[in-house]
């Protein structure tokens, strides 16, 4: 067993010194390698803690009573109490927040449906059947995002006043469907453009019908697409502040208008609307956390193009 | 193929039922229920829409109102509040576009004189004013004059009214030797907060309000521009900013401040200034009366410890500002009869008591009515500063603060739209000022020509 593994002493000791000296070579850079993957490690741990820091402080200052969270410097080892969260489900004004979670629940839900409604047909006519001029009605979307948002508030304000639409779940269903339906096509677009033709091809050869490739192919080669788009334009939905509080008044009043009423000019609120942002925000992070595994797919997806 | 066909139909019945969805959705309401509707001739059974600032005692108010009006009257409210900036733009986009979404609104002196000459307010003279029960004659004169439009009908009832005073830490000046006279001057303020600077360590001889806004800086710099004879624009609508008596006033109190103010006072609002105060950090502040509950409450290391005198004077004898949250009823109400019933009760006699048993009387909404002055159960709860805010309230006149006749009311504001952007423009300037960004001539010069634009506008309109 031994013999073959000892070295000929002439010569191996040329290419033994080479090996060895090559070793160092390769634990050196081995070395250098794993000093720099620490140094990213620490970097991307710092960023994290960067990004992670405004939330912690949120959700603790969510939990200290208005005078210790007003306090300068912070008081962060004061006690902790829910007198905050007891609030925003109505302590102190009686008003409940159901009402403007489920309005934003409502609108945020079928406003993404509708996007997604007309969004997958449109990209699929501008990415796998391809119309005259595609890249002209790409650009047409896009210029509809280029008007400041604000801009276009007045004429809705009137018009819906018109129509007898304010304060209407519908209203705000039509505009943040209108808002995110350039969003969505361009990202349906992109994720539609890596399914290859061949596929779609292929079962148009085996008689499948337009519908039948969509159901059968094209849906579950984009869902993780889908996803994506969808979770962008509920988060959207949800988030939208501006509009929402021109619009609505005492009926379909949303989520963030309810999360303003707690700011006052008279008095502390830093703990109160800490508590109603961590609240507000729950039903985002919880649907990105459900959808997670197909958003990394589907971001990565488009990302490669 | 049969099979195809029928999917393409489901598809498209499936399309349209989708469609028809959205359209009956259109026109539904939200979950917080449908919106106002009418009852019966008295108003019960019917819903009214209440716009309202996010102010401690309206929050109260909201708790209050199911028990205290709801289950007496069977009219059902709701609210929307909002923080204020959010509600003045709110109220003047409903107001102005006559958008029937809601019936009442907390307006203030500001709005009232304007927005009763656009014709946006239901004048409240023949119903809520004549109702015996209510007794109009128990508010307070200068809010009601306030409140009055320019025809003479009353346009909105107060539910909480202020004026301004000067606040003093009696035990530092006792220690110091020092006393503050019951009406002191500006001169003699300045004389004392350059002596009570750092007596403590971290502790201001004064604090006023450095920060921007209209609301904010610029309400008690315009009370002493007032009194050292100064004024915004002169009766004839010519801006008077650069000229020496609001020069002066600007320079007294950017000095005043940079001199022997708090710490970080270009960005010092009224919450700031409270809880400087409230730590120990100043020895004076002049600021709004509503703060003295505050001051005084349970839970304030400061209670018992501070001393009220009147809003400091040069030319005047006094100036005070005024400012009072009142309600309002939009002209295209369609529930007019249920929102004054609502006025009836939250601007009412009984509402104090009301308040006083569920949060204490040190919580009651002050400065509207002379009844609940004469309270015995609230002259013991606010003992150390009622006198002075009843007379501080009292002695307010907005239709002639300063020793020259004005265009338009207003003690610490000018009553006109325009003012809320001028004065906004106005209060960064001088809050760069107070920080050294800018001389106090330099902003004065750059707001004068603002100030013009606006009066120049006026002028034409009295041609």
Same mark, same amino acid.
């Given at each position: 067993?031994?013999?073959?593994?000892?070295?000929?002493?002439?010569?191996?000791?040329?290419?033994?010194?080479?090996?060895?000296?090559?070793?160092?070579?390769?634990?050196?850079?081995?070395?250098?390698?794993?000093?720099?993957?620490?140094?990213?490690?620490?970097?991307?741990?710092?960023?994290?803690?960067?990004?992670?820091?405004?939330?912690?402080?949120?959700?603790?200052?969510?939990?200290?009573?208005?005078?210790?969270?007003?306090?300068?410097?912070?008081?962060?080892?004061?006690?902790?109490?829910?007198?905050?969260?007891?609030?925003?489900?109505?302590?102190?004004?009686?008003?409940?927040?159901?009402?403007?979670?489920?309005?934003?629940?409502?609108?945020?839900?079928?406003?993404?449906?509708?996007?997604?409604?007309?969004?997958?047909?449109?990209?699929?006519?501008?990415?796998?059947?391809?119309?005259?001029?595609?890249?002209?009605?790409?650009?047409?979307?896009?210029?509809?995002?280029?008007?400041?948002?604000?801009?276009?508030?007045?004429?809705?304000?009137?018009?819906?006043?018109?129509?007898?639409?304010?304060?209407?779940?519908?209203?705000?269903?039509?505009?943040?469907?209108?808002?995110?339906?350039?969003?969505?096509?361009?990202?349906?677009?992109?994720?539609?453009?890596?399914?290859?033709?061949?596929?779609?091809?292929?079962?148009?050869?085996?008689?499948?019908?337009?519908?039948?490739?969509?159901?059968?192919?094209?849906?579950?080669?984009?869902?993780?697409?889908?996803?994506?788009?969808?979770?962008?334009?509920?988060?959207?939905?949800?988030?939208?502040?501006?509009?929402?509080?021109?619009?609505?008044?005492?009926?379909?009043?949303?989520?963030?208008?309810?999360?303003?009423?707690?700011?006052?000019?008279?008095?502390?609120?830093?703990?109160?609307?800490?508590?109603?942002?961590?609240?507000?925000?729950?039903?985002?992070?919880?649907?990105?956390?459900?959808?997670?595994?197909?958003?990394?797919?589907?971001?990565?997806?488009?990302?490669?193009? | 193929?049969?099979?195809?066909?029928?999917?393409?139909?489901?598809?498209?019945?499936?399309?349209?039922?989708?469609?028809?969805?959205?359209?009956?959705?259109?026109?539904?309401?939200?979950?917080?229920?449908?919106?106002?509707?009418?009852?019966?001739?008295?108003?019960?059974?019917?819903?009214?829409?209440?716009?309202?600032?996010?102010?401690?005692?309206?929050?109260?108010?909201?708790?209050?109102?199911?028990?205290?009006?709801?289950?007496?009257?069977?009219?059902?409210?709701?609210?929307?509040?909002?923080?204020?900036?959010?509600?003045?733009?709110? $109220?003047?986009?409903?107001?102005?576009?006559?958008?029937?979404?809601?019936?009442?609104?907390?307006?203030?002196?500001?709005?009232?004189?304007?927005?009763?000459?656009?014709?946006?307010?239901?004048?409240?003279?023949?119903?809520?004013?004549?109702?015996?029960?209510?007794?109009?004659?128990?508010?307070?004169?200068?809010?009601?004059?306030?409140?009055?439009?320019?025809?003479?009908?009353?346009?909105?009832?107060?539910?909480?009214?202020?004026?301004?005073?000067?606040?003093?830490?009696?035990?530092?000046?006792?220690?110091?030797?020092?006393?503050?006279?019951?009406?002191?001057?500006?001169?003699?303020?300045?004389?004392?907060?350059?002596?009570?600077?750092?007596?403590?360590?971290?502790?201001?001889?004064?604090?006023?309000?450095?920060?921007?806004?209209?609301?904010?800086?610029?309400?008690?710099?315009?009370?002493?521009?007032?009194?050292?004879?100064?004024?915004?624009?002169?009766?004839?609508?010519?801006?008077?900013?650069?000229?020496?008596?609001?020069?002066?006033?600007?320079?007294?109190?950017?000095?005043?401040?940079?001199?022997?103010?708090?710490?970080?006072?270009?960005?010092?609002?009224?919450?700031?200034?409270?809880?400087?105060?409230?730590?120990?950090?100043?020895?004076?502040?002049?600021?709004?009366?509503?703060?003295?509950?505050?001051?005084?409450?349970?839970?304030?290391?400061?209670?018992?410890?501070?001393?009220?005198?009147?809003?400091?004077?040069?030319?005047?004898?006094?100036?005070?500002?005024?400012?009072?949250?009142?309600?309002?009823?939009?002209?295209?109400?369609?529930?007019?009869?249920?929102?004054?019933?609502?006025?009836?009760?939250?601007?009412?006699?009984?509402?104090?008591?009301?308040?006083?048993?569920?949060?204490?009387?040190?919580?009651?909404?002050?400065?509207?009515?002379?009844?609940?002055?004469?309270?015995?159960?609230?002259?013991?709860?606010?003992?150390?500063?009622?006198?002075?805010?009843?007379?501080?309230?009292?002695?307010?006149?907005?239709?002639?603060?300063?020793?020259?006749?004005?265009?338009?009311?207003?003690?610490?504001?000018? $009553?006109?739209?325009?003012?809320?952007?001028?004065?906004?423009?106005?209060?960064?300037?001088?809050?760069?000022?107070?920080?050294?960004?800018?001389?106090?001539?330099?902003?004065?010069?750059?707001?004068?020509?603002? $100030?013009?634009?606006?009066?120049?506008?006026?002028?034409?309109?009295?041609?």
């Amino acid at each position: 067993m031994s013999a073959p593994t000892i070295p000929a002493p002439t010569a191996s000791v040329a290419p033994a010194r080479r090996a060895r000296v090559g070793k160092r070579r390769t634990s050196e850079a081995a070395r250098k390698q794993r000093r720099r993957n620490s140094l990213l490690a620490l970097l991307a741990w710092v960023i994290g803690l960067i990004f992670v820091a405004p939330i912690v402080w949120m959700v603790l200052t969510s939990l200290h009573s208005e005078a210790n969270a007003a306090t300068n410097p912070p008081s962060l080892f004061a006690p902790l109490t829910l007198q905050s969260y007891a609030n925003f489900f109505g302590s102190a004004s009686g008003a409940s927040p159901w009402p403007p979670l489920i309005n934003s629940a409502i609108i945020s839900v079928l406003a993404t449906l509708v996007v997604l409604v007309l969004s997958i047909p449109a990209a699929y006519s501008l990415s796998i059947r391809p119309v005259r001029k595609w890249s002209d009605a790409m650009f047409f979307f896009l210029t509809t995002k280029m008007l400041p948002m604000v801009a276009g508030l007045l004429p809705i304000y009137l018009i819906a006043k018109a129509l007898g639409m304010l304060d209407t779940l519908g209203l705000m269903i039509i505009l943040y469907s209108a808002m995110n339906l350039p969003i969505a096509i361009w990202m349906m677009r992109s994720f539609l453009a890596e399914i290859p033709v061949e596929l779609v091809e292929a079962a148009s050869v085996d008689g499948a019908s337009l519908l039948l490739t969509f159901r059968r192919i094209i849906l579950p080669l984009a869902s993780p697409g889908i996803v994506a788009t969808s979770l962008i334009c509920f988060i959207f939905s949800w988030n939208e502040l501006l509009f929402a509080n021109v619009l609505t008044s005492t009926s379909s009043y949303t989520a963030p208008v309810f999360l303003t009423s707690f700011v006052t000019s008279e008095g502390l609120f830093l703990s109160k609307v800490c508590a109603a942002s961590i609240v507000i925000s729950l039903p985002v992070l919880i649907a990105g956390f459900a959808a997670q595994d197909k958003l990394v797919q589907g971001l990565s997806l488009g990302a490669v193009k | 193929m049969p099979t195809m066909k029928r999917k393409h139909l489901r598809a498209v019945a499936g399309l349209a039922v989708a469609t028809a969805t959205l359209v009956a959705l259109a026109g539904c309401s939200g979950a917080g229920g449908s919106g106002g509707s009418g009852g019966s001739a008295d108003g019960s059974g019917s819903t009214i829409r209440v716009l309202m600032v996010n102010n401690p005692q309206m929050v109260d108010l909201q708790k209050l109102t199911n028990d205290n009006f709801t289950k007496k009257t069977g009219i059902k409210v709701k609210y929307t509040v909002l923080p204020e900036d959010s509600l003045r733009a709110k $109220a003047s986009q409903e107001f102005s576009a006559q958008a029937g979404q809601y019936d009442v609104a907390t307006i203030s002196n500001y709005e009232v004189p304007f927005y009763s000459t656009n014709g946006w307010l239901l004048s409240l003279s023949d119903n809520v004013a004549k109702d015996s029960k209510f007794d109009q004659s128990d508010i307070l004169k200068p809010i009601q004059d306030a409140l009055t439009g320019s025809d003479g009908k009353v346009y909105a009832e107060p539910f909480y009214g202020e004026s301004s005073m000067l606040y003093y830490r009696k035990d530092v000046f006792a220690k110091q030797g020092l006393t503050m006279p019951a009406n002191p001057t500006w001169a003699q303020v300045a004389d004392l907060a350059k002596k009570l600077n750092d007596v403590e360590p971290g502790m201001a001889g004064i604090c006023l309000r450095g920060q921007p806004g209209w609301g904010q800086n610029i309400a008690p710099l315009t009370t002493v521009v007032n009194t050292m004879g100064g004024t915004w624009f002169d009766k004839n609508w010519n801006a008077e900013v650069d000229k020496d008596g609001f020069a002066t006033a600007a320079n007294f109190y950017v000095n005043l401040v940079k001199n022997y103010g708090e710490k970080g006072a270009a960005q010092a609002g009224y919450t700031e200034c409270l809880n400087d105060l409230t730590q120990g950090k100043a020895a004076m502040w002049y600021d709004a009366t509503a703060a003295a509950g505050s001051l005084e409450a349970s839970d304030s290391p400061v209670a018992g410890k501070i001393g009220y005198a009147a809003a400091p004077v040069d030319k005047t004898k006094n100036s005070g500002w005024l400012y009072s949250w009142a309600w309002g009823i939009e002209k295209a109400s369609k529930n007019a009869t249920a929102a004054e019933k609502f006025i009836e009760w939250a601007s009412g006699p009984d509402y104090a008591k009301q308040a006083a048993k569920a949060y204490g009387w040190a919580q009651v909404p002050p400065g509207t009515r002379t009844s609940l002055y004469e309270n015995a159960d609230y002259q013991k709860s606010a003992a150390a500063f009622y006198k002075q805010v009843e007379n501080a309230i009292k002695s307010a006149d907005p239709e002639n603060p300063g020793v020259q006749k004005r265009p338009a009311p207003g003690i610490q504001f000018v $009553a006109i739209p325009e003012f809320a952007n001028l004065g906004t423009d106005a209060s960064q300037q001088i809050s760069d000022a107070i920080a050294g960004k800018t001389t106090v001539d330099a902003a004065l010069k750059s707001i004068q020509t603002e $100030a013009q634009k606006v009066g120049d506008t006026y002028k034409k309109k009295q041609k």
